[in-house]
């Protein structure tokens, strides 16, 4: 379970300093862009805020649905950033972008000088989180002073 939630994967300095940009760069528009701006429009956001429309979470409520999605861009994108747990955070995050991208902006166009509401950022914000969740954090972060182990690259 360890090797799970804290193997950093490549341990190589070129490549940890790679994810280590990757990792801050994305935890951090995340957490500012997105995260706390919810969090500050709480009260108005969780009125009409958009709820799934696939079971199981069609049956949360627009607050629930909001305090997840700050979860998901405020402790995830700040778990990012430390290099903590790095690969659930991604995980979580881009579960939340997928859900952002290709169910609430269905409508939307899919780039954004096609209008408002487009799947671009929910996409560019996923990308990422793909990539920090199939390779981890690097040996730069929490995650690599976890777990001591010599991993092998491949």
């Given at each position: 379970?360890?090797?799970?939630?804290?193997?950093?994967?490549?341990?190589?300095?070129?490549?940890?300093l790679?994810?280590?940009?990757?990792?801050?760069?994305?935890?951090?528009?995340m957490?500012?862009?997105?995260?706390?701006?919810?969090?500050?429009?709480?009260a108005?956001?969780?009125?009409?805020?958009?709820?799934?429309?696939f079971?199981?979470?069609?049956?949360?409520?627009?607050?629930?649905?909001?305090?997840?999605?700050?979860?998901?861009?405020?402790?995830?994108?700040?778990?990012?950033?430390?290099?903590?747990?790095?690969?659930?955070?991604?995980?979580?995050?881009?579960?939340?972008m997928?859900?952002?991208?290709?169910?609430?902006?269905?409508?939307?166009?899919?780039?954004?000088?096609?209008?408002?509401?487009?799947?671009e950022?929910?996409?560019?914000?996923?990308?990422?989180?793909?990539?920090?969740?199939?390779?981890?954090?690097g040996?730069?972060?929490?995650?690599?002073?976890?777990?001591?182990?010599r991993?092998?690259?491949?």
């Open positions: 379970m360890k090797t799970f939630f804290f193997d950093c994967g490549p341990r190589d300095a070129t490549t940890s790679g994810l280590f940009i990757l990792r801050v760069g994305t935890g951090l528009l957490f500012f862009g997105h995260g706390l701006s919810k969090i500050q429009g709480f108005e956001k969780s009125k009409g805020f958009k709820v799934p429309d079971f199981p979470l069609n049956y949360m409520s627009p607050p629930v649905s909001l305090s997840a999605t700050i979860f998901a861009e405020v402790a995830c994108a700040a778990l990012l950033v430390l290099g903590f747990a790095t690969r659930p955070a991604a995980f979580v995050l881009a579960f939340t997928t859900v952002a991208a290709f169910n609430v902006h269905a409508a939307g166009p899919l780039f954004m000088s096609g209008g408002a509401g487009a799947k950022p929910a996409i560019l914000f996923l990308l990422p989180c793909l990539a920090l969740l199939l390779s981890g954090a040996s730069l972060s929490i995650d690599g002073l976890i777990l001591k182990e991993r092998r690259n491949w």
